[in-house]
């Protein structure tokens, strides 16, 4: 009877994983328009200054990039990997002529910024998809300085991946605001799933895959590249402005063999800079660090992991006495203004005004393969993936075993908010904040879901500042847009109801925001 019962199961996954396959290629699978690219990929994004007024055409569009030996077929801004790097001043006001030359349609999400709710590009919530073929005008006001992004919100999993993102760098009206370096410089981390034939593994034009953990790629990109490189001159301080654009993977960026601090982080600077061995930056999130080369030689850019250290690139470090010192020394840590930050005193030991829990149903896909218990039937070698056990340290950083990971969909996951006070979940979330109040949210990532793993939580419109991780304080505070929670954590954030309109939250893994993990919040003028 037993072996009746396991020979039933067997059956059963099976059966579910050919849906999951005739789903994911009901569409012609394509890594890139199905019309051919019409441009060739600049790999060097250059930068751009805007001034207030200032207006930019910005195109997306099919090219051609070179990976790993390979002739890719891929998505550029402008015709650059990653797009160009805007350069704005704060307080400053820009409009982007926005065209569309894909097959796919999509939009212009400004991550981060604090734009009004029309300029958002949350298609189709504040503004229809833009069509292939297409423009869309954005008008974009810039209050607050920091490092922030640009991106799709239309099939993200697959047009974000496949090239479309770039930076904004918002230039503090204060010069005291950063410390002095002698340059600054834009990091962006991605990877990308290569197959055996060194090709860009492809994408379903009809629906999304890799739903369950999300699409890890197996190549790693700095700048585009899979061979970055840079020099510097000996003793050099430059800041780096990181952003993490992969769709899954964690970063724990480090410089092998220079000094390192970390400075600020998504909305700008952080209460105070601390001196740091490697920096966790989840997806969609950025970090402000400053580097001293103080020695010649080369040194190491790395993704450090409990598993293996992945080398990002390097740096040759020049010898050379021409570098001038800096009028306040790199080795004094310096603080922000209290002005910068609210009084966090009264919060940290209020309760919660909304709580969510982050959780995941995979319905009678987890039921057959013993997924929804700890240690089911395929908890053995393929590990936590199949097991429903919390990682270790709370971060999946690899994806173990893709078979089911990559024909799962949102047709046989569902990744979910919900509220505990309600049940409600999802986009049924009603919240409504009065501008001008802050909202204290207690975000739980639930350890007995029947997937535990790390999620980046991202508000749009608005900003936050995180209170405390599983009941300890955070005393660095600083600006966020994103929240990276580790499985099996509880983090409390503040959130501050600045940005009059009807906003999205949602995971920032795509996968799992197209999988159902995303709600709606409302601010109104009080």
């Known amino acids: 009877m037993k072996k009746y019962s396991v020979h039933i199961l067997v059956c059963f996954v099976a059966i579910l994983l050919l ?33 207030s007024g200032d ?30 790097v805007l350069k704005v001043k704060q307080g400053s006001e820009i409009t982007i002529r926005f065209k569309n030359e894909m097959d796919w349609e999509t939009s212009l999400h400004s991550h981060g910024v604090r734009v009004d709710n029309a300029m958002d590009g949350a298609a189709p919530f504040t503004q229809p998809h833009v069509p292939p073929g297409e423009s869309f005008t954005y008008t974009l006001r810039f209050p607050d300085a920091g490092a922030y992004w640009y991106h799709p919100h239309s099939r993200e999993d697959a047009t974000q991946e496949l090239g479309l993102y770039g930076m904004f760098i918002v230039e503090p009206q204060d ?23 060194g090709l860009i593994a492809p994408f379903s034009n009809t ?5 369950l953990m999300g699409r890890f790629g197996n190549t790693m990109l700095v700048n585009g590249r899979t061979d970055f490189a840079m ?29 390192m601090k970390l400075v600020g982080s998504d909305g700008g600077r952080a209460a105070h800079d601390e001196w740091v061995e490697d920096v966790l930056i989840g997806p969609s999130e950025r970090a402000v660090v400053e580097v001293k080369f103080d020695r010649p030689g080369q040194v190491q850019i790395e993704h450090r992991t409990p598993l293996r250290t992945y080398a990002l690139g390097r740096v040759r470090v020049l010898a050379d006495d021409s570098v001038s010192a800096l009028p306040i020394s790199y080795e004094v840590l310096g603080e922000a203004p209290y002005t910068m930050f609210p009084n966090l005193a009264d919060w940290y030991d209020r309760e919660p005004d909304k709580r969510l829990r982050l959780d995941v149903d995979l319905g009678m896909m987890g039921q057959s393969s013993g997924m929804a218990g700890h240690g089911g039937m395929m908890g053995g070698p393929m590990g936590h993936e199949m097991a429903g056990e919390p990682p270790e340290d709370g971060i999946e950083w690899e994806q173990p075993a893709d078979l089911m990971n990559a024909m799962s969909t949102p047709r046989t996951v569902k990744w979910k908010f919900v509220e505990d006070a309600t049940g409600r979940e999802n986009m049924d979330i009603d919240w409504t904040f009065k501008k001008g109040e802050y909202v204290k949210m207690r975000l739980v990532n639930d350890p007995d879901s029947d997937h535990p793993m790390q999620h980046p939580i991202h508000l749009h419109g608005q900003r936050f500042m995180i209170l405390a991780r599983d009941g300890k304080r955070d005393d660095n505070p600083v600006w966020k847009d994103t929240v990276f929670v580790k499985a099996g954590e509880t983090v409390d954030i503040l959130v501050e109801a600045s940005n009059p309109g009807e906003w999205l939250m949602h995971c920032h893994i795509p996968e799992h925001m197209e999988s159902g993990m995303m709600g709606e919040f409302k601010v109104i003028e009080s």
């Open 19 to 51: 849906i999951a396959v005739l789903a994911w290629s009901s569409g012609t699978p394509s890594s890139a328009p199905t019309d051919g690219p019409t441009g060739i990929a600049d790999t060097t994004s250059g930068l751009v200054t805007l001034e």
């Open 207 to 211: 629906t999304v895959s890799h739903a």
């Open 175 to 197: 010069i005291t605001y950063w410390n002095p370096v002698h340059r600054e410089m834009p990091l962006v981390l991605d990877d990308v799933l290569v197959d055996a034939n």
């Open 231 to 259: 020099s510097a001159k000996q003793d050099e301080v430059i800041r780096f402005y990181v952003l993490n654009a992969a769709n899954t993977r964690p970063f724990k960026l480090a410089f092998d063999g220079a000094k």
């Open 55 to 84: 207006t930019y055409d910005l195109v997306a569009r099919p090219v051609q990039k070179e990976i790993g030996g390979k002739t890719q077929n891929m998505l550029a801004y402008n015709g650059q990997i990653p797009g160009p």
